[in-house]
């Protein structure tokens, strides 16, 4: 049998990976499922990612093998998805992978039924047996054989599995809104998790612990805590100087292998970038550290110069693996030196300071001899020259080989967080080209994401939206992304479009007896269980970022529905915060605004450029108050509800600070302001 290509016209470049495989792929949708219960067979539901380093290699071994997409074309019916377009299908089955299990991880592997039911689980198989692991073979015979002779079985089991499923109260609300003694356990938490020695939190691997690094510095803005701002600036700072970090072309890979930060799973992802740019520039914003500045920086050019696509948004990631130079495609394989390598490229001198200050050794930190660089030397002073026209050097040479491969769907949810880290650093460092990167990225999100009832599509590509609606995250993340825009530019159409998202999240997504949110909308397609899980993984949680948005949204508008419908998702911040403090940063960083208000800044004066109204705008924008929102304009404007009734003082720019429905007198002073909104 000839596989039709039921691939080649989808967006995602995941699912154009496996276009031209010899398995059968369908993708999710009715007709897979029509198809198996026309054929009566089960079905193969195999879940990844473009940046997968496993999703690759299983491919490889067994999906690209035509005696294995022989037998699967005969007795399955396979769909492949990408979990990065559709998170709700990949959270629904991960659910199960996990209380069947014990673990998850991509690839997943799952059979189902014809009514999507899931009776056998797995990540990735082998094509041979190893480390006790059967092989896919042997998984797909397996299978087959249970099917065809013990039906009644199977059916039974998916059954049982379906009904635990439906039945899984995951959500675990309390009553009222977290307050000092459930804030004060979440960093007692942290304390005890904390890597003192490394920085960062448990053990290997190590994952950037961004939300919780944001809840961490708001924290100490808000009780002057010294304990939460050391543990955020040791792990910015172990993380930027190892090998996690990119110390040539900037960005941070997904995570550390090891303790120590040195390997890293070297794929690139563009929300923990734009997470940590946020993350840096904030630990600038209250500490004035340069090496935070830096990072901040390098890693916003590094979202505008390698994600950023023709349309204007930013693609999604890029891949652990490239080509090493002899055809073959190894992870790391563009990121790594030796010692020779270096001295070849250098000259001995200049190569072998390059080896000193990167961590290259002779017997390599990384896998053959080869070493990530890192910047281990934290007491030596080098040369700032002599390191440039190094750095210079070696960056060209890299840039020569061959780069690996970009997931350039762009998806909703991240372009959001893209769009508020680009827009606040832009701000803080006076680039206002990062700025201008945050509009066009938000601009992008209006015309291709957003249609004319407010209902957002998760992806696009190549300027062509997607067939898959936006989940609960994509409306939080991106009102988000909105809101920062409105602070920095003054421009209150991305206000009224973060109201138009939020208005969804209040009428789509949210449980109207419970106030608990769902990952998907009411009128999103019925899966075997409504997704619904308020902890942080990777990104924040969708709950999270709906109720931190929604705060900041309350604050500008003084919108009571918005306030009480934060208030009432913070409940579970309440109730996992003491517990699970490292799974639920964000809304710890979100209970933390509403505890210190948030504040209400309003900055009026001629115009924005007027120098004066821009040295409050800036000293409004630099404030530490956790969650403060500022709204710039002139007297009486219309493009922010806080602007109205707020007149120059004396014909002098003026700035209004309000909090808990008390406002304090105007100021024209950026000093008095920097007072005011808690400042030294």
């Not at 016209?9 to 026309?38: I, K, M």
């Not at 690094?213 to 792990?235: I, K, N, V």
């Not at 563009?334 to 072998?352: C, Q, S």
């Not at 710039?632 to 007149?647: I, K, M, N, V």
């Amino acid at each position: 049998m000839v596989p039709m290509n039921r691939l080649a016209d989808v967006t995602s470049p995941y699912l154009l990976q496996h276009a031209d495989n010899p398995v059968d792929w369908y993708p999710w949708g009715p007709e897979a499922f029509e198809e198996a219960r026309r054929r009566d067979v089960p079905i193969l539901l195999s879940v990844g990612y473009s940046a997968c380093h496993w999703c690759h290699v299983m491919a490889h071994e067994s999906f690209e093998d035509q005696a294995t997409a022989d037998y699967l074309n005969e007795n399955f019916v396979s769909v492949k998805v990408d979990r990065e377009e559709r998170p709700d299908v990949d959270a629904v089955y991960m659910e199960a992978v996990q209380a069947a299990t014990g673990q998850g991880g991509w690839p997943m592997t799952v059979f189902l039924t014809p009514e999507a039911e899931p009776f056998y689980f797995g990540t990735y198989f082998p094509p041979r047996p190893r480390h006790g692991m059967p092989s896919f073979p042997q998984v797909l015979e397996g299978v087959h054989q249970a099917w065809e002779g013990r039906r009644d079985e199977v059916t039974e089991v998916a059954g049982k599995i379906t009904r635990d499923l439906a039945q899984r109260e995951i959500v675990q609300q309390a009553a009222g809104v977290p307050g000092e003694e459930e804030l004060a356990q979440a960093l007692l938490g942290l304390t005890r998790e904390y890597d003192p020695q490394r920085g960062g939190f448990g053990g290997a691997p190590k994952f950037p612990p961004s939300m919780a690094l944001e809840f961490l510095l708001r924290h100490h803005a808000r009780t002057g805590s010294e304990g939460a701002l050391q543990m955020a600036s040791d792990t910015c700072e172990r993380m930027a100087r190892g090998g996690i970090y990119d110390q040539l072309g900037g960005g941070f890979a997904r995570y550390s292998v090891d303790r120590d930060w040195v390997v890293p799973h070297f794929e690139k992802m563009l929300y923990d970038n734009a997470l940590l740019c946020r993350v840096y520039a904030h630990l600038w914003r209250a500490t004035g550290s340069d090496l935070a500045r830096r990072i901040a920086l390098e890693t916003a050019d590094f979202l505008v110069g390698e994600l950023r696509t023709e349309e204007g948004g930013f693609a999604s990631a890029l891949d652990a693996d490239s080509d090493d130079g002899t055809g073959k495609h190894v992870e790391g394989a563009y990121y790594v030196w030796t010692p020779e390598h270096l001295r070849a490229l250098l000259g001995d001198a200049d190569g072998d300071l390059a080896a000193e200050y990167f961590g290259v050794t002779d017997e390599g930190t990384f896998e053959h001899g080869q070493s990530v660089l890192q910047l281990p030397q934290a007491e030596r002073v080098f040369d700032a020259d002599r390191i440039a026209s190094v750095k210079k050097r070696m960056l060209a040479e890299r840039s020569g080989r061959p780069a690996p491969g970009r997931d350039d769907k762009v998806v909703a949810a991240w372009n959001g967080l893209a769009v508020a880290a680009l827009a606040e650093a832009g701000a803080y460092f006076d680039r206002p080209d990062l700025v201008e990167a945050a509009v066009a990225a938000a601009d992008h999100l209006v015309r291709v994401h957003l249609d004319e009832h407010g209902h957002l599509t998760r992806t696009s590509r190549d300027g062509r939206a997607g067939d898959n609606s936006g989940v609960l995250e994509d409306y939080a993340d991106v009102a988000e992304g909105f809101l920062a825009l409105a602070s920095v530019t003054g421009e209150g159409v991305w206000l009224d479009f973060a109201g138009l998202l939020l208005d969804q999240v209040l009428t789509r997504f949210t449980d109207p007896e419970s106030g608990a949110l769902y990952d998907t909308a009411s009128d999103a397609e019925q899966l075997i269980r409504r997704p619904q899980d308020p902890t942080d993984n990777a990104t924040p949680s969708g709950w999270s970022a709906a109720a931190a948005a929604l705060l900041s949204y309350a604050a500008h508008t003084g919108s009571e529905a918005h306030r009480t419908a934060a208030e009432r998702a913070l409940g579970v911040v309440k109730a996992l915060g003491p517990r699970v403090p490292r799974f639920v940063g964000w809304g710890l960083a979100a209970a933390e605004a509403r505890l210190d208000g948030p504040r209400e800044v309003a900055v009026v004066g001629p115009s924005l450029t007027d120098d004066r109204t821009a040295a409050l705008h800036r000293t409004a924008l630099l404030a530490t108050a956790p969650g403060a929102v500022v709204a710039a304009g002139t007297p009486d404007g219309d493009e922010f509800p806080l602007l109205a009734h707020r007149p120059l003082v004396k014909g002098d720019p003026a700035a209004y600070v309000c909090r808990d429905f008390t406002c304090e007198a105007p100021v024209t002073d950026p000093d008095a302001l920097r007072t005011a909104l808690g400042g030294p």
